[in-house]
């Protein structure tokens, strides 16, 4: 294999597990070819994903924090459409208008999906945790709804396109994991940071009613009757955006 080849060892703390399934790289490079144009790819590893991509005609930029990864990729693809550049991922997105696709690093999932939301990203194709893929597409009322559903809710149309098993990776992961693909349907706006500061405070007390949820997060605040009574993780994308303009939105 490729990395005993240049003496590497996967590192642990970088989630340095590489795709070894044609299907999953099938999945990503055949979704992003009908968005016709350059795409940003996180953490590119050894270059799985990053040929299929090239392949296909499709420019990439390539994000790597791995200097190694990222000095083998700039000498094994040799392609003018490939641009490699060494970093943090969730920096560079942030600053983004381009689509984002990726195996990508499950320590940073969160962060990372956090910075699609604030970038002007129009798109993503993303392998995740399939914990964190039921969590962005979850109902409100169920275990999995939680701050990052309802903000990814407000922002994007979002769907599983297939589920893979830990053997698709290299090392094995202990979690089964999801592409999802995710599209945007409006920009990151004034609200949409509303909807984030009050998340953050209101899903602290998740379980709570709404009433002492709000007493905790904003002492006084007065909401609709019908919400008070609800549990936070029972509130939809709507109740939130009331909510915040009624505690926050007009301080
Ligand atoms: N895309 C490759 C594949 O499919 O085989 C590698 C996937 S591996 C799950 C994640 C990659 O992300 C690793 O190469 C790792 O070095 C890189 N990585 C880890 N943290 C990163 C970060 N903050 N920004 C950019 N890349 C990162």
Redesign the pocket.
Known sequence: MVLRELGLRP?KK??????VDPEL?RTIADTCNEWHGPVI??????????KALLDRGIEVLA????QR?ATFLKKSMGSEILHVVV????EMVLCSRLPVV???????TSDLLLAIARSRTPKACL?VQLEVANRLIARPGTKEYGRLTVITNYLFRKRILRIFPPSS?YPEPEVYSAVVVMERVRPYDSTARLIEDVGRCLFSFRRRKLRTALARCFGECTVDDHLREKRVYELGVEDIVSIAYTCLGRR
């Open positions: 590192r970088l989630s340095q597990s590489f795709t790289i790819e996180v953490g590119a590893g050894l270059g799985a994903l990053t994000i790597e924090i791995d990864l970093g943090d991922a969730r990726g195996n990508i690093p499950y320590h940073i392998t990776f």
